[in-house]
T-cell receptor, first 112, second 112 residues
Framework: AQSVTQLDSQVPVFEEAPVELRCNYS??????LFWYVQYPNQGLQLLLK??????LVKGINGFEAEFNKSQTSFHLRKPSVHISDTAEYFC??????????FGTGTSLTVIP | ETGVTQTPRHLVMGMTNKKSLKCEQH?????MYWYKQSAKKPLELMFV???????ENNSVPSRFSPECPNSSHLFLHLHTLQPEDSALYLC???????????FGSGTRLTVV
């Protein structure tokens, strides 16, 4: 079974500053990687995904993530955050058995 | 609107009540899921249905009873709940691991 680790449970950042949300997973064997965002009292919405090819993937709302196989990481970044980016962010991994594993989430708070 | 619709959005029920949560998807997905999301806790997978057959039940108390009458609808029947069952209940659907999950907006359940 996979494990997905999001070490930072809370990340405060000032508006227009860059941000990186970290995600590490346990095995690179044929995994697909995802980032989801959850706004208050909403479901999870897909931000971006990595399936294969270029290790840098771009998603909605100006977010991007980089797949690093050697470090088994898939960190999420945004060069300049907005107040509206305040939300919970979840990293997820799907394995060849179509099992889906979620991290525990990172709460991003953008400070005006 | 994500393609997965959950009703009701909010529900307050007494410990002796019986109620049902409904989830509907018309995305053509063949798997549906119930997740429980409590404050300060990771997402908990409760039930998985694939092609209308239950394939996973993660030791959920019997006071939660799922039903999947067809590939588009999923219910969660609730009876004699406890206050600790108060949470956001999320429904999700998927077709394959390439596209990940599509989530509904959730039902905020409060047990009094």
């Amino acid at each position: 079974a996979q494990s997905v680790t999001q070490l930072d449970s809370q990340v405060p950042v000032f508006e227009e500053a860059p941000v990186e949300l970290r995600c590490n997973y346990s095995s690179s064997v044929s995994v697909y990687l995802f980032w989801y965002v959850q706004y208050p009292n909403q479901g999870l919405q897909l931000l971006l995904k990595y399936l294969s090819g270029s290790t840098l993937v771009k998603g909605i709302n100006g977010f991007e993530a980089e797949f690093n196989k050697s470090q088994t990481s898939f960190h999420l970044r945004k060069p300049s955050v907005h107040i509206s980016d305040t939300a919970e962010y979840f990293c997820a991994v799907s394995d060849p058995g179509n099992q889906f594993y979620f991290g525990t989430g990172t709460s991003l708070t953008v400070i005006p | 609107e994500t393609g997965v619709t959950q009703t009701p959005r909010h529900l307050v029920m007494g410990m002796t009540n019986k109620k049902s949560l409904k989830c509907e998807q018309h995305l053509g997905h063949n798997a549906m899921y119930w997740y429980k999301q409590s404050a300060k806790k990771p997402l908990e997978l409760m039930f998985v249905y694939s092609l209308e057959e239950r394939v996973e039940n993660n030791s959920v108390p019997s006071r939660f009873s799922p039903e999947c009458p067809n590939s588009s609808h999923l219910f969660l029947h609730l009876h004699t709940l406890q206050p600790e069952d108060s949470a956001l209940y999320l429904c999700a659907s998927s077709q394959d691991r390439v596209n990940g999950y599509t989530f509904g907006s959730g039902t905020r359940l409060t047990v009094v």
